[in-house]
């Protein structure tokens, strides 16, 4: 038995729009928005997380909010590590003083180059990390859904996050097959800007977008009559306005969304195996990440794949839970370097 603890390590799910850090016997202790607040002037970090994120939209010139992360990978380097460190620090304090430095699972999308996947392990060991390992994301909310990833059976897990939506099957500790595409929750916050800029010459803020999604945006067909009072700026006038949309409105928008994520899970059923594929008949499709939250997606998914599908129970949390439970593997990484490129982490 090895006399080191590993019970003070961290999962990390560094996210487009959230990042978690989860903590073995404490659960997720960090849970904040991936979004940092920059003095442009003094290159000072004025905000990290969800101070950061409430600027969006509300700052003077001097002072930039950015997103570090873009469809899934870093985009900017230098304030990715700054942000880990940040909430790696935050999560610290929940850890023994004699811990030393953490070692890390950090996920990554399936679809990672070599080069992006290193730098996700360069900012966390610039972060405070000893050692990080890597785990391919599908694989990582899998195993936080429950499913049973070790067994010889098919599990398909859709995780939709903010950038990107990650179609995968998964069989014996492996990913069989996987598709990633570019449309999440962000493409259906811009497809609803979008469209009441179009029909009503009327600019909202994407938080704004993103809150009507949340509040009235549905999948497929509507049958409840809701309606929303937003605000926004009229692009004639230039003057503030305030407009009443429809849910019925709202669905038509997000419609080209929800078709390319549907496509996406009948592309991967296709090039999935037939066993696997009557495995994941019997027990149903699973669902994971925020995207998963917009109302009837399980419903207009399962019928348009003839498959039952569910919402996992806390689905912006599936990743990083998953990430946690992995911990457990730690010392085989530790032991297997190269493990990452081998089945059991996935492609
Ligand atoms: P990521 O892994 O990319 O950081 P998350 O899994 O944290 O993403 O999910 C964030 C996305 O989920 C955002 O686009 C957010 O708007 C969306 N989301 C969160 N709650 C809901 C909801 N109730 N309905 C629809 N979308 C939601
Ligand atoms: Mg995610």
């Not at 990672?112 to 990390?129: H, L, N, S």
């Not at 990080?132 to 195993?143: C, H, L, N, R, S």
């Not at 179009?198 to 909202?204: D, E, G, P, T, V």
């Not at 490129?341 to 492609?347: M, P, V």
């Given at each position: 038995?090895?006399?080191?603890?590993?019970?003070?390590d961290?999962?990390?799910?560094?996210g487009?729009?959230?990042?978690?850090?989860?903590?073995?016997?404490?659960?997720?202790?960090?849970?904040?928005?991936?979004?940092?607040?920059?003095?442009?002037?003094?290159?000072?970090?004025?905000?990290?997380?969800?101070?950061?994120?409430?600027m969006?939209?509300?700052?003077?010139?001097?002072?930039?909010?950015?997103?570090?992360?873009?469809?899934?990978?870093?985009a900017?380097?230098?304030?990715?590590?700054?942000?880990?460190?940040?909430?790696?620090?935050?999560?610290?304090?929940?850890?023994?003083?004699?811990?030393?430095?953490?070692?890390?699972?950090?996920?990554?999308?399936?679809?990672?180059?070599?080069?992006?996947?290193?730098a996700?392990?360069?900012?966390?060991?610039?972060?405070?990390?000893?050692?990080?390992?890597?785990?391919?994301?599908?694989?990582?909310?899998?195993?936080?859904?429950?499913?049973?990833?070790?067994?010889p059976?098919?599990?398909?897990?859709?995780?939709?996050?903010?950038?990107?939506?990650?179609?995968?099957?998964?069989?014996?500790?492996?990913?069989?097959?996987?598709?990633?595409?570019?449309?999440?929750?962000?493409?259906?916050?811009?497809?609803?800007?979008?469209?009441?800029?179009?029909?009503?010459?009327?600019?909202?803020?994407?938080?704004?977008?993103?809150?009507?999604?949340?509040?009235?945006?549905?999948?497929?067909?509507?049958?409840?009559?809701?309606?929303?009072?937003?605000?926004?700026?009229d692009?004639?006038?230039?003057?503030?306005?305030?407009?009443?949309?429809?849910?019925?409105?709202?669905?038509?928008a997000?419609?080209?969304?929800?078709?390319?994520?549907?496509?996406?899970?009948?592309?991967?059923?296709?090039?999935?195996?037939?066993?696997?594929?009557?495995?994941?008949?019997?027990?149903?499709?699973?669902?994971?990440?925020?995207?998963?939250?917009?109302?009837?997606?399980?419903?207009?998914?399962?019928?348009?794949?003839?498959?039952?599908?569910?919402?996992?129970?806390?689905?912006?949390?599936?990743?990083?839970?998953?990430?946690?439970?992995?911990?457990?593997?730690?010392?085989?990484?530790?032991?297997?370097?190269?493990?990452?490129?081998?089945?059991?982490?996935?492609?």
């Amino acid at each position: 038995m090895s006399k080191f603890s590993f019970s003070q390590d961290l999962g990390i799910d560094l996210g487009t729009s959230n990042t978690l850090v989860f903590m073995k016997n404490k659960g997720v202790v960090v849970r904040e928005p991936s979004v940092v607040a920059k003095n442009i002037e003094t290159g000072e970090i004025e905000a990290v997380g969800s101070t950061a994120r409430n600027m969006i939209g509300r700052t003077p010139g001097s002072i930039s909010v950015l997103r570090p992360m873009k469809d899934g990978v870093i985009a900017d380097y230098d304030t990715t590590a700054v942000m880990l460190k940040y909430y790696m620090k935050r999560a610290s304090r929940k850890r023994s003083m004699l811990a030393g430095k953490p070692n890390v699972i950090i996920c990554v999308p399936s679809g990672i180059t070599k080069v992006e996947e290193r730098a996700v392990i360069d900012a966390a060991k610039q972060a405070g990390a000893k050692n990080a390992f890597p785990v391919a994301e599908p694989f990582a909310a899998a195993i936080g859904a429950g499913l049973p990833v070790w067994e010889p059976t098919g599990s398909m897990i859709v995780d939709i996050g903010g950038g990107t939506t990650e179609v995968a099957v998964i069989s014996l500790g492996g990913i069989v097959t996987s598709k990633s595409i570019r449309v999440a929750g962000n493409s259906m916050d811009e497809a609803i800007s979008q469209y009441i800029k179009k029909q009503y010459n009327l600019a909202i803020g994407e938080r704004t977008a993103e809150s009507i999604k949340m509040e009235i945006g549905t999948a497929g067909e509507v049958s409840e009559q809701s309606e929303m009072e937003i605000r926004g700026r009229d692009l004639l006038s230039g003057l503030p306005q305030t407009i009443s949309i429809t849910a019925v409105e709202i669905a038509g928008a997000l419609n080209e969304c929800v078709e390319a994520i549907v496509e996406a899970v009948k592309n991967t059923l296709e090039k999935t195996p037939p066993e696997l594929s009557a495995d994941v008949m019997d027990r149903g499709i699973v669902l994971s990440g925020g995207g998963a939250l917009l109302k009837n997606l399980d419903q207009v998914i399962s019928n348009k794949t003839e498959m039952p599908v569910f919402v996992t129970e806390n689905p912006l949390d599936s990743v990083a839970v998953g990430t946690g439970m992995s911990l457990e593997y730690i010392k085989q990484f530790s032991s297997h370097p190269n493990i990452s490129s081998q089945a059991t982490l996935g492609d």
